[in-house]
Nanobody, 124 residues
């Protein structure tokens, strides 16, 4: 049974920072790429960032490029999302996901296991 558990969400002021963590169990973590997605109220879930199995390649949505950093620690079976210079439009539930394989990092069907999500609210 594969489990993904996110943590680190919360309320932060505009311009602030948060670091999300996603702990994974049940499948060889280091063999799979990982991704972060988010879903704001009334909107579809969207891609945020992804990282290859080795950590050697990273991918970002244009809206977060230069502000967010994805990383992973294969020894700890954990993937992170460092979020800086947060904006109110970053408010959403953030989900981590484990990719099933293939070459596409950006689409929801490319991922087969998902966490329960963690709320990030950016507001003054």
């Amino acid at each position: 049974q594969v489990q993904l558990v996110e943590s680190g969400g919360g309320l932060v002021q505009p311009g602030g920072s948060l670091r999300l963590s996603c702990a994974v169990s049940g499948r060889t973590f280091s063999s799979y790429a990982m991704g972060w997605f988010r879903q704001a109220p009334g909107k579809e879930r969207e891609f945020v960032a992804a990282i290859s199995w080795s950590g050697g390649a990273t991918y970002y949505a244009d809206s977060v490029k230069g502000r967010f950093t994805i990383s992973r620690d294969n020894a700890k079976n954990t993937v992170y999302l460092q979020m800086n210079s947060l904006k109110p439009e970053d408010t959403a539930v953030y989900y981590c996901a484990q990719r099933r394989g293939g070459t596409n990092y950006y689409t929801i069907p490319s991922y087969d296991y998902w966490g329960q999500g963690t709320q990030v609210t950016v507001s003054s």
